[in-house]
């Protein structure tokens, strides 16, 4: 692949629009993993779900979670296949097992520690939004830094262009829209379910369906309007100011 170019006098160490494409494809692919990946991710989370809404029993449900995790990274493993999105699942039944004790400590109901596994995930989607906004607000949009890896001559010369730039923070809001829809709608009924506004069983099947089907067809829908925008790009370079 080809993602340094030298096109009408455009210094060559200056990224263009098909390096951006690339970039995004690449990115996409390591995103979404396929459907092994997407299966990775989601079957934890939905395993919980189903042990813990009939036996409302914790420990049993976190223990099936962390076992289907556990096995898919052996398989994973044994395979010599990346275990990327494995560990990305495995990380995350962690972090609920001890957000589930944290709130068992503090004289959390077994109901309540059920809603407990799924706050992480909604206070690292509230962090990764809060991340790539200010990081657009402040001129140096994240994509601009998966950008600038490629080019390790120079890799902040997207900053210094106009259109590169411009570019790379209409990518990253739309990296971050569903990690922010997320939660916008995950986090309300989480507190509701705190709350006792509604029953906590329905606010963790509710969380997970909007985390697993809503969350993944966001994520494609974004990852797709990422690639579309690039190819229908057609702003032209233009040398650095230095």
């Given at each position: 692949?080809?993602?340094?170019?030298?096109?009408?006098?455009?210094?060559?160490?200056?990224?263009?629009?098909?390096?951006?494409?690339?970039?995004?494809?690449?990115?996409?692919?390591?995103?979404?993993?396929?459907?092994?990946?997407?299966?990775?991710?989601?079957?934890?989370?939905?395993?919980?779900?189903?042990?813990?809404?009939?036996?409302?029993?914790v420990?049993?449900?976190?223990?099936?979670?962390?076992?289907?995790?556990?096995?898919?990274?052996?398989?994973?493993?044994?395979?010599?296949?990346?275990?990327?999105?494995?560990?990305n699942?495995?990380?995350?039944?962690?972090?609920?097992?001890?957000?589930?004790?944290?709130?068992?400590?503090?004289g959390?109901?077994?109901e309540?520690?059920?809603?407990?596994?799924?706050?992480?995930?909604?206070?690292?989607?509230?962090?990764?939004?809060?991340?790539?906004?200010?990081?657009?607000?402040?001129?140096?949009p994240?994509?601009?830094?998966?950008?600038?890896?490629?080019?390790?001559?120079?890799?902040?010369?997207?900053?210094?262009?106009?259109?590169?730039?411009?570019l790379?923070?209409?990518?990253?809001?739309?990296?971050?829209?569903?990690?922010?829809?997320?939660?916008?709608?995950?986090g309300?009924?989480?507190l509701?379910?705190?709350?006792?506004?509604?029953?906590?069983g329905?606010?963790?099947?509710?969380?997970?369906?909007?985390?697993?089907?809503?969350g993944?067809?966001l994520?494609?829908?974004?990852?797709?309007?990422?690639?579309?925008?690039?190819?229908?790009?057609?702003?032209?370079?233009?040398?650095?100011?230095?």
């Amino acid at each position: 692949m080809n993602e340094i170019a030298d096109l009408d006098g455009v210094p060559a160490h200056v990224p263009t629009v098909d390096t951006v494409e690339a970039l995004v494809r690449r990115q996409l692919a390591t995103a979404l993993g396929g459907r092994r990946g997407f299966l990775e991710a989601a079957v934890p989370g939905l395993v919980f779900t189903i042990v813990w809404l009939p036996t409302k029993d914790v420990v049993w449900a976190v223990g099936a979670s962390g076992a289907i995790a556990g096995a898919a990274l052996l398989l994973r493993l044994a395979q010599r296949s990346s275990t990327q999105y494995v560990w990305n699942a495995v990380f995350g039944v962690f972090l609920g097992w001890l957000f589930v004790r944290w709130a068992g400590s503090a004289g959390a109901t077994p109901e309540e520690q059920g809603l407990y596994f799924y706050l992480p995930g909604i206070l690292f989607s509230l962090g990764y939004t809060v991340v790539l906004g200010l990081s657009c607000l402040l001129r140096w949009p994240m994509m601009g830094f998966m950008l600038g890896v490629t080019d390790p001559e120079d890799p902040f010369g997207w900053q210094r262009n106009d259109q590169i730039r411009a570019l790379c923070s209409r990518l990253t809001w739309l990296l971050l829209l569903p990690g922010a829809v997320g939660v916008l709608l995950q986090g309300p009924v989480w507190l509701a379910g705190h709350s006792g506004a509604i029953g906590t069983g329905t606010a963790v099947l509710t969380i997970f369906l909007l985390r697993t089907v809503l969350g993944w067809v966001l994520r494609i829908g974004a990852w797709s309007a990422m690639v579309w925008l690039v190819a229908r790009n057609a702003t032209p370079l233009e040398p650095d100011a230095a």
